[in-house]
């Protein structure tokens, strides 16, 4: 129910806008970035409140300043807890109690400051706890200059956050982690504690043991998008991921081949990409992709200008996983390269409409 017009006598010189109703204003207030809005509502008694009445909301750590990390991160996480506090004060003048307002949209884009951690995980619980939340991301990442000696402490540390805040990150939508250090089954265990996860992105991260693969088995999970961009492991295998549509593995170096897909009977867009070492043999797609990859629809290769690392097979080995596919591009191909390999793509997937090179 909309919120009554403020009572305010429009005059000659008086703010037309101000005379809005709360609903209409805190509208204008969500589509501004939010250090606007809180700069919009500090010009006039009328809007003080407004800010703390917003249903969407975006906290960028980047934003906040502070002489050190943990002053920045004193910073954000005081101003999430003002802003997420369920009872909102109401406006001069207005009567009755005050009003709760639930989050509908929440992004936290934080540092990983193991004392700031407890004060971020209870915020966030009460701010969900009406069960009308439709989007949590976390976003954490290190402060720049931290030591590269801690990255495996600093991953325990966040898979301690994530274990003593269930209710959290059972919410979360989509999840972003830089520079952290996993153990062997730490990736998998996140992802069946994330009941709503839909995107996960690991940026920089590693494996305690890189020697070994990162393998996700995640037959319950939600989880539609898996983002590995210079993920330091022997590979990646995605054992059973039904829910899976798209996948982004980027990286320097890994064993061919790089990933191998499961059961992973959605998918439909694959982008890969690494420099292959000149002592690796290429490998064939079949290695790679799944049989239970029927919606396969398009299909980005990067090679970085470096060592082809495909090797040429049977057209009819790739037939039944390449039967939808109908975008592919392939990246960084020298130019002296003869792409007369690439014939048995053609042959494999008849309802191919793009087929490009690009630089």
Not at 42 to 47: F, I, P, T, V
Not at 237 to 249: K, Q
């Given at each position: 129910?909309?919120?009554?017009?403020?009572?305010?006598?429009?005059?000659?010189?008086?703010d037309r806008i101000s005379a809005l109703t709360d609903d209409l204003l805190v509208g204008i207030l969500e589509r501004l970035d939010l250090r606007e809005a809180v700069r919009a509502s500090?010009?006039?008694?009328?809007?003080r409140h407004l800010p703390y009445r917003l249903s969407r909301l975006h906290l960028e750590v980047g934003h906040f300043q502070g002489a050190t990390p943990l002053e920045v991160m004193d910073a954000f996480t005081g101003a999430a807890q003002r802003l997420l506090s369920l009872v909102v004060p109401l406006a001069e003048g207005e009567g009755g109690s005050a009003a709760i307002i639930p989050i509908k949209a929440l992004v936290l884009s934080f540092y990983m400051s193991p004392p700031h951690l407890s004060a971020i995980g209870r915020t966030v619980e009460d701010a969900v706890s009406?069960?009308?939340?439709?989007y949590l991301e976390f976003s954490i990442s290190l402060p720049r200059g931290s030591n590269a000696s801690l990255l495996a402490e600093f991953g325990q540390q966040f898979m301690s956050f994530s274990q003593a805040y269930p209710v959290a990150f059972w919410w979360l939508t989509r999840l972003t982690l830089k520079n952290l250090v996993f153990g062997h089954s730490d990736v998998t265990e996140l992802i069946n504690a994330c009941n709503k996860l839909k995107h996960l992105t690991l940026s920089s991260c590693r494996l305690v043991d890189q020697r070994s693969a990162l393998r996700i088995d995640t037959p319950c999970s939600g989880l539609r998008r898996l983002d590995c961009i210079r993920f330091r492991c022997e590979?990646?295998?995605?054992?059973?991921?039904?829910?899976?549509?798209?996948?982004?593995?980027?990286s320097r170096h890994y064993e061919n081949p790089p990933v191998r897909f499961g059961d992973v009977p959605q998918l439909c867009h694959v982008n890969l990409g690494y420099l292959a070492k000149v002592s690796q043999a290429p490998f064939m797609l079949s290695e790679c992709l799944s049989r239970s990859s029927r919606n396969l629809s398009k299909l980005n290769l990067n090679f970085f200008s470096q060592t082809i690392w495909i090797q040429p097979e049977q057209p009819k080995r790739l037939t039944a996983i390449f039967r939808n596919l109908t975008d592919m591009y392939l990246f960084g191909i020298f130019p002296e390269c003869d792409l007369s390999w690439t014939l048995f793509i053609l042959e494999a997937a008849p309802a191919l409409r793009n087929f490009k090179s690009l630089d």
């Open positions: 129910m909309e919120s009554p017009p403020h009572k305010l006598n429009v005059g000659r010189d008086e500090a010009l006039s008694s009328r809007w009406y069960g009308k939340t439709e590979r990646i295998e995605l054992i059973s991921v039904p829910e899976l549509r798209t996948v982004l593995c980027c």
